[in-house]
């Protein structure tokens, strides 16, 4: 029964966020109603001895503030001050300098898909600083979409190229990485340099070759006849930030990465930290340039509103996860499903792929990657636990599975803004970007069979 109705309540999640509902208030209701039946069906109680309220109603309530009083100390401060140091770069034009001076080499090579598939590589390596999706796809589209055509490639080419950019949310700085890293009980850049980097460094092959191959064989089949043509490029006001600005975005990243356990150990330096030294660099910058107080430091209150906007929007949907998480714990879901995947045979790999593909087709469906990323992995470490697996085996492919199979979907956001960009239709995009992301998929599971019969 307890599955039954778990089963029921998830299908009724995914029906709602499907629907275009905010996934957040249907996350919370989800884990809510769970929550409360667990209660009356005596499957288990919200709240231990210690924490309860002494009241069954109060304490889901309860359960929330406390997972928000958890996350926004750390985690939730993390994820804030990294969104808002995108948007204060964006806001400065630090962001269109660094995109402008990355894409330059790639005049260098003569075939156009080979620009082509070059510009998905740069665009990964830039998603190191700028973890937006659909920011980073829209920065490129401006900037590199026109450049591709007018080299000969096809709308669709070129904007299948754009919007799978960051088709591996593998920034140490990215909001998806630091929720793995913290749930997995591991350092972000550790788990970025063991984990996240080699499995990027094969798909920088397998993905880019995919691209060249997949998108020259539709242009053909499709009977486009590549031919350089001239295509005005609109200018706006970011773009006139300085060339010397593309250092800006780089700089938390470059903190982070020294003082850590790769090279710096004795100097102590957290991502916050990072964040607001970036910002620091980027006021004093912006004062040399513009010699007004008043303009610059009404330009800094963009950090700030995007503090707020990452809390409204990120933190309230990990702390939604986590609720609904809690749901089905509470209905003892999840200890059913792990007992009947033992008694059918399935080891510790089995059971990844199992949460990797409920993750894969939940991004496909809703459109979304961090919905169901953020709905399921606070269960992974019960999951992992049950069978033995390290949580960074599970939470790896999982995380990547999102970010990549969110380019699958006609609905998500990147793709929506791709396409709407280069005026081609949402559905027939995705069908340019299904091979190459097939690709990065195979990539991901084969990496982490890898890692786990290797002992990475």
Same mark, same amino acid.
């Given at each position: ?8 309540? &998830? ?22 109603? !769970? ?7 005596? +499957? ?8 309860? &309220? ?12 406390? &997972? ?42 003569? #075939? ?6 070059? %510009? ?11 973890? #937006?999706?659909?920011?980073?796809? !829209? ?19 070129? %904007?299948?190229?754009?919007? %799978? ?25 550790? +788990?970025? #340099? ?22 020259? +064989? ?27 600005? @593309? ?27 990072? !964040? ?35 809390? @409204? ?6 702390? /939604? ?11 003892? @879901? ?11 045979? $399935? ?7 199992? !949460? ?16 169901? $990323?953020?709905?399921?992995? /606070? ?68 990496? %982490?069979?890898?890692? +786990?019969?290797?002992?990475?």
């Amino acid at each position: 029964m307890g599955i039954t109705i778990s089963a029921l309540v &998830t299908f009724w999640v995914g029906y709602l966020i499907y629907k275009k509902f905010k996934p957040q208030p249907v996350l919370f209701m989800g884990g809510m109603i !769970m929550m409360y039946l667990a209660s009356v069906l005596g +499957y288990g109680h919200i709240l231990g001895a210690k924490a309860t &309220t002494g009241s069954v109603f109060f304490d889901a309530f309860e359960f929330i503030r406390a &997972t928000f009083s958890s996350n926004v100390g750390k985690l939730g401060l993390n994820i804030m001050s990294v969104g808002a140091f995108a948007k204060y770069m964006d806001k400065i034009g630090a962001s269109r300098s660094l995109v402008r001076l990355t894409i330059k080499p790639l005049m260098a090579l003569k #075939s156009p898909y080979l620009v082509m598939s070059g %510009t998905w590589i740069v665009g990964m390596l830039i998603g190191l600083c700028i973890n #937006s999706a659909s920011g980073l796809a !829209m920065l490129l589209m401006v900037t590199m979409f026109p450049i591709l055509l007018g080299l000969g490639v096809s709308r669709l080419s070129a %904007t299948a190229a754009v919007a %799978t950019t960051l088709c591996f949310d593998w920034s140490p700085s990215d909001t998806g990485t630091i929720l793995s890293a913290e749930t997995a009980g591991v350092d972000p850049v550790f +788990y970025w #340099s063991h984990y996240q980097v080699p499995i990027v460094a094969v798909a920088f092959v397998v993905v880019g070759v995919l691209h060249y191959l997949t998108q020259k +064989y539709m242009d053909k089949r499709d009977g486009h006849v590549v031919k350089p043509i001239e295509v005005e490029r609109v200018k706006d006001e970011a773009d006139n930030a300085p060339t010397a600005y @593309a250092i800006l975005p780089i700089i938390p990243l470059a903190l982070i990465l020294c003082f850590s356990s790769l090279w710096i150990t004795w100097i102590k330096m957290n991502i916050v930290m990072a !964040m607001f030294i970036g910002l620091f660099v980027g006021v004093i910058c912006e004062f040399i340039r513009w010699r007004d107080g008043k303009k610059v430091f009404g330009d800094v209150q963009t950090f700030f509103d995007g503090l707020g906007l990452q809390m @409204a929007n990120v933190i309230t949907l990990v702390v /939604a996860g986590q609720t609904f998480a809690k749901g089905l714990l509470s209905m003892g @879901a999840i200890n059913t499903l792990i007992d009947g995947s033992k008694d059918l045979g $399935f080891g510790p790999m089995s059971m990844m792929l199992v !949460m990797v593909a409920i993750i894969a087709v939940s991004a496909v469906v809703m459109g979304s990657g961090n919905a169901p $990323f953020f709905a399921f992995a /606070a269960l992974t470490p019960a999951v992992a636990a049950h069978t033995g697996l390290h949580p960074v085996l599970m939470l790896l492919p999982m995380h990547f599975a999102a970010s990549i199979m969110r380019n699958c979907s006609p609905i998500t956001a990147v793709i929506v803004v791709s396409s709407g960009m280069g005026e081609v239709s949402s559905f027939d995009l995705v069908k340019r970007t299904a091979i190459p992301m097939a690709g990065a998929m195979i990539t991901t599971i084969g990496m %982490t069979f890898l890692f +786990y019969y290797t002992g990475w």
